[in-house]
């Protein structure tokens, strides 16, 4: 069984601000892949980032950092310098061994103020 | 060219109807998905098909039943259409366990 906790319903932050999404993970599988989503107002979802399990090593690209720790499942998503084109909601996902299905948490809710 | 193309974008029926979204993937992927959003923006698998074959069906109503001509396409008819099934609907696709790509979603009106 899989599953992904994003604890934070909801979080608002005035522009500028850095902002931490965290995520949460369940799974008994030594093999598995991260994901997280970005779902703007327009409603589509945005792939940002897949990291494996077997890699560690934390990622940077522009304004984004994601920090992936096994010790603590956890894989938390930070926003620096946020904008308010940032707000949007995010999914942290899970898919793990010879799943198929890709597991969502249930989405955190950003909304940057000008 | 779109990845994952789902068509309509948006659909208003009424109740006791029957209607099908249309998903086609120009990606070679060999999995399609279907996920499901309700209007707490929580997102769930419906099915998924690998190479043609049925490989996840969730519990889902059997109103809801997926098909798959060929590896590019996987269309969702519904039956009988109630108005717990208004929600978006998410298309999907990957090669193996990699990366999902989704189309833009239809949103489903039942009224």
């Not at chain 1, 909601?89 to 000008?114: E, I, N």
Request: net charge neutral; with cysteine; charged share 20%.
């Amino acid at each position: 069984a899989q599953k992904v906790t994003q604890a934070q319903t909801e979080i608002s932050v005035v522009e500028k601000e850095d902002v931490t999404l965290d995520c949460v993970y369940e799974t008994r599988d030594t093999t598995y892949y991260l994901f997280w989503y970005k779902q703007p107002p327009s409603g589509e979802l945005v792939f940002l980032i897949r990291r494996n399990s077997f890699d560690e090593q934390n990622e940077i690209s522009g304004r984004y950092s994601w920090n992936f720790q096994k010790s603590t499942s956890s894989f938390n998503f930070t926003i620096t310098a946020s904008q308010v084109v940032d707000s949007a909601v995010y999914f942290c996902a899970l898919v793990s061994g010879s799943a198929r299905q890709l597991t969502f948490g249930s989405g955190t809710q950003l909304t940057v103020l000008p | 060219d779109t990845a994952v193309s789902q068509t309509p974008k948006y659909l208003v029926t009424q109740m006791g109807n029957d209607k099908s979204i249309k998903c086609e993937q120009n990606l070679g992927h060999d999995t399609m998905y279907w996920y499901k959003q309700d209007s707490k923006k929580f997102l769930k698998i419906m099915f998924s098909y690998n190479n043609k074959e049925l490989i996840i069906n969730e519990t889902v109503p059997n109103r809801f039943s997926p098909k798959s001509p060929d590896k590019a396409h996987l269309n969702l008819h519904i039956n009988s259409l109630e108005l717990g099934d208004s929600a978006v609907y998410f298309c999907a696709s990957s090669q193996g366990r990699r990366d999902r790509h989704f189309g833009s979603g239809t949103r489903l009106t039942v009224v």
